[in-house]
């Protein structure tokens, strides 16, 4: 597999850290990060929207003192894979399917990697969509951890019928690649100071995380699109009503969540068979990117669960 552009400086993770080129069965060019090292296993990162396999490395090296190797991946359309939107900065995608095109594509490339085994999943926000969809699909994994799932998107419940409306509306009238009001195509670590900040309560890391931008903005991304709204919309609410996969799994989630439905996630929980609700005291939706505390209790939680289950 051909080797892809990496910004190791950024990613600040374990050593031998590389990316590589893959292919997605509808052609879509996709960067994936290996960071091999590890005796216990693999965590598969599925990463949020807007972000970027460089954002994982510190994520990499917590698994790496725990005996875990990792992988993460650029979703189609963000970070340095292929972009779909004649906008680069939009968030596009043209059916949420497609992004199990990208796993699907992570999942053949394993067996030529030989990475150690067994796997693991560590998926956030807009990763955690993801996640569920392949589990209930039978993704063969051991364990599943996840923080921030978006299995809803935080929209005040006045405006969520308006917010349907405009989606599908912007849809059908063949606007769906204009942005989301209220976004642009900025990214939003660029132009979001750390006060006004969701993401976490951590200054240095915010602003760790905004240096990835600052000095590649190739890396960033802007607001979604009306289109990739709809679509997503419409996973989350397949997802409220499907069963719960029969994998053991965690769930971390900030007491300061204002990223996604903290009653969705509550809900789905509670009907997860070896499944656990961990919620986090002091944290926004990026439990990983928090305080060393709050992380360090992170890692501990999902090794432990991995562990269980080797």
């Known amino acids: 597999m051909p080797e892809a552009p990496f910004f190791a400086d950024l990613a ?27 005796s216990k296993g693999t965590v598969l990162i599925l ?35 292929d972009r779909l939107a004649a906008m680069p900065m939009a968030g596009h995608v043209a059916r949420f399917s497609d992004y199990q095109r990208d796993l699907d594509a992570v999942r053949v490339a394993l067996d030529s990697l030989h990475l150690p085994q067994p ?29 921030g799932p978006m299995w809803g998107i935080h929209i005040a419940p006045t405006l969520r019928p308006l917010a349907w409306a405009i989606a599908t509306g912007a849809r059908a009238a063949g606007r769906g690649l204009s942005l989301v009001p209220g976004t642009g195509p900025d990214c939003h670590l660029v132009v979001t100071p750390f006060e006004r900040n969701l993401l976490t309560t951590d200054a240095d890391m915010y602003g760790w995380m905004k240096s990835h931008v600052l000095r590649h903005p ?8 009306l289109h990739w709204l709809s679509e997503a919309l419409l996973e989350c609410r397949w997802l409220r009503a499907a069963p719960s996969p029969a994998v053991p799994a965690v ?7 204002k990223i ?24 926004a939706h990026e439990v990983l990117m928090e305080t ?11 090794a432990a669960l991995f562990d269980a289950q080797r």
């Open 218 to 225: 190739e890396l960033g991304l802007g607001g979604p699109t």
């Open 251 to 257: 769930v971390l989630l900030g007491s300061e969540e």
């Open 12 to 38: 600040d993770g374990p050593e031998g850290g590389h990316a590589i080129w893959l292919t997605a069965a509808d052609g879509v060019r996709l960067r994936v990060a290996v960071w091999p090292q590890g």
């Open 260 to 283: 996604v439905t903290v009653k969705d996630v509550c809900r789905r929980m509670k009907r997860w068979p070896g499944g656990t609700l961990d919620l986090v005291p002091k944290a």
């Open 119 to 147: 796997l693991f999943l560590l998926a956030h926000s807009m990763g955690g969509t993801i996640a569920l969809r392949a589990l209930i699909d039978g993704f063969p994994v051991r364990a599943a951890a996840f923080t």
């Open 47 to 81: 990463t949020g929207r807007t972000e970027c396999v460089e954002k994982y490395g510190r994520t990499a090296a917590d698994l790496a003192r725990r005996g875990y190797a990792s992988l993460a991946i650029d979703w189609r359309g963000q970070g340095l894979s």
């Open 292 to 302: 060393p505390a709050i992380r360090a209790r992170a890692f501990d939680r999902i």
